[in-house]
């Protein structure tokens, strides 16, 4: 079977139009992927890499054997899981290729696919409550009134809104689920966050005409400007990480070793800044963060580390264990797992028991108050107590003294 071929388009930060990088082709049959830069492109003194590891410059071909052929910023610029099940409702099967192609124009990041961009469609939120009562669809083909939309959010029905000058992601509740809760939930624990110093994804709450409650998740990588919409680059800790081998992905699914990558990409030390979300993450429960829900975005001033996304608080049974690990033992969380990663990632120990206590003090003294300001339904908010055990943990825990070793330290102090 023959190569499929595609320009690539890449927006250059701060430019509302594309320009053609060069091209990628991928064979149906051995699920290997091509890409190499234009000639002209490479001379462009503004041109930058897609990305700075896997397609640095070069004039020969680069070739990508992991995930199914698709380099990974290549992926993270396609739909996600709702947005690949929309289009097999649409078109039927797709291969990896085809789901890049038709995929429409709100796809993380700045590159594109095609001779020409596609047009972003987006909603006001006078649209979007016009539509809403028929979203997400029930049927097995699209309603033609609605446009779905593929933007970062994993599997959630979603549609992208124009409001206030900005982009958001409006993440709707699937069939089933509570009303006034799960919104909350996530608008709760991106507020929280920030409370607790962690860059989060800006968000707001808005109520349906029937009475469903959704969340407005800010797009962080895209902008309104003179002339259209700038586009910053997107890539996911999935992607930072080189993942894709399954032979090979549990030892690489590491914070540390996102920090370890993330300087390599950056040039600057995120190792605290990471410690601090992975540590909020186990206290209120969030075990979905998966490399997906971790990211850099690249602009002007290079690549750096993304505002937080996609946390949710969940309540464990057992132990909480996130999805990646964090320590040298794994990915259970406790305070002396939490302490050790600290000092793996070059953070004092003195600092490190003050910064988990106070984000721990912040999530108890104001996680139900939080619910109760935005309306949530009582009932699902007394069942999520739970997910704070490990909060709990650290405030009472009594933290042995510790001394910083440099021969222990995967970093130094910045």
Request: proline residues 6%; contains cysteine.
């Amino acid at each position: 079977m023959a190569k499929k071929s595609t320009p690539i388009l890449v927006y250059l930060p701060g430019e509302t139009k594309p320009v053609r990088a060069g091209v990628f082709a991928w064979a149906p049959e051995t699920r290997v992927g091509e890409f190499a830069y234009d000639a002209g492109y490479l001379k462009d003194k503004d041109a930058i890499p897609l990305d700075p590891m896997g397609l640095r410059f070069r004039r020969s071909v680069i070739k990508e054997a992991k995930q199914d052929g698709i380099f990974g910023v290549f992926r993270d610029a396609g739909p996600d899981a709702w947005g690949r099940d929309q289009l097999y409702r649409e078109h039927g099967d797709l291969d990896e290729f085809d789901c890049l192609l038709k995929g429409p124009a709100d796809g993380v990041g700045n590159v594109a696919f095609g001779d020409e961009p596609k047009a972003l469609k987006a909603y006001s939120l006078a649209a979007l409550d016009e539509v809403s009562s028929g979203f997400p669809p029930e049927n097995e083909q699209i309603a033609n009134v609605v446009h779905p939309t593929t933007s970062m959010g994993g599997a959630k029905p979603k549609l992208l809104v124009e409001d206030a000058g900005a982009f958001w992601i409006a993440k709707f509740p699937e069939k089933g689920d509570p009303v006034r809760f799960l919104a909350a939930n996530e608008h709760v624990m991106l507020t929280m966050a920030e409370d607790c110093g962690i860059d989060a994804a800006q968000s707001r709450l808005h109520t349906l005409p029937d009475g469903r409650q959704i969340i407005l998740v800010r797009r962080f990588d895209l902008a309104k400007a003179e002339g259209g919409v700038t586009r910053k680059g997107f890539a996911s800790a999935y992607t930072v990480l080189g993942l894709g081998n399954p032979r090979e992905d549990g030892r690489k699914m590491s914070y540390l070793r996102f920090a370890d990558e993330a300087m390599r990409w950056t040039g600057r030390q995120y190792g605290e800044a990471i410690w601090k979300r992975l540590a909020y993450n186990a206290m209120v429960g969030n075990v979905d963060d998966h490399p997906r829900n971790h990211a850099l975005i690249r602009d002007a001033e290079g690549w750096r580390l993304s505002p937080a996304f996609d946390i949710v608080g969940s309540v464990r049974s057992e132990q909480v264990a996130l999805s990646m690990r964090f320590h040298t033992d794994g990915a259970v969380a406790t305070p002396e797992t939490f302490l050790a990663s600290a000092i793996l990632l070059g953070i004092d120990p003195e600092v490190a028991i003050a910064s988990m206590s106070r984000m721990a003090d912040t999530i108890l003294s104001s996680w139900r108050m939080r619910f109760e300001r935005v309306g949530a339904e009582g009932e699902n908010v007394e069942k999520l107590e739970g997910a704070f055990k490990i909060a709990s943990q650290v405030l009472k825990h009594k933290f042995a003294p510790v001394a910083l070793s440099r021969k222990r330290a995967r970093y130094r102090p910045a």
